[in-house]
Nanobody, 125 residues
Framework: QVQLVESGGGLVQAGGSLRLSCSASGRTLSNYFMAWFRQAPGKEREFVARISMSSGSTAYADSVKGRFAISRDNAGNTENLQMNSLKPEDTAVYYC??????????????????WGQGTQVTVSS
């Protein structure tokens, strides 16, 4: 069992920054893909970013390229999402996700079988 614990959400004004973290409770995820998704009320869950915990390769949704950066720690048990230049449309519950398989459709939430509880990010205008 992989347990994902998220932190770092909060309230910020447009143009500000937040840093989200997701940790695997002392367990290494070195052979996993990890990702961030977000879901606003009345909207479908959408892909934000993903990282290979082994190679460090990254991918981003077009809507966050140049503003968000995903990273991993050296121990391979934590992923981070640095969010800069936040916009009101970034407001959502942000979810950490993990997959033990290498997946091509990393933008599809159904490819991930481990999820965090979600953390609220609210960006005021």
């Amino acid at each position: 069992q992989v347990q994902l614990v998220e932190s770092g959400g909060g309230l910020v004004q447009a143009g500000g920054s937040l840093r989200l973290s997701c940790s695997a409770s002392g367990r290494t995820l070195s052979n996993y893909f990890m990702a961030w998704f977000r879901q606003a009320p009345g909207k479908e869950r959408e892909f934000v970013a993903r990282i290979s915990m082994s190679s460090g390769s990254t991918a981003y949704a077009d809507s966050v390229k140049g503003r968000f950066a995903i990273s991993r720690d050296n121990a391979g048990n934590t992923e981070n999402l640095q969010m800069n230049s936040l916009k009101p449309e970034d407001t959502a519950v942000y979810y950490c996700a993990a997959s033990s398989r290498t997946v091509m459709r990393y933008y599809n939430p159904s490819e991930y079988n481990y999820w965090g509880q979600g953390t609220q990010v609210t960006v005021s205008s």
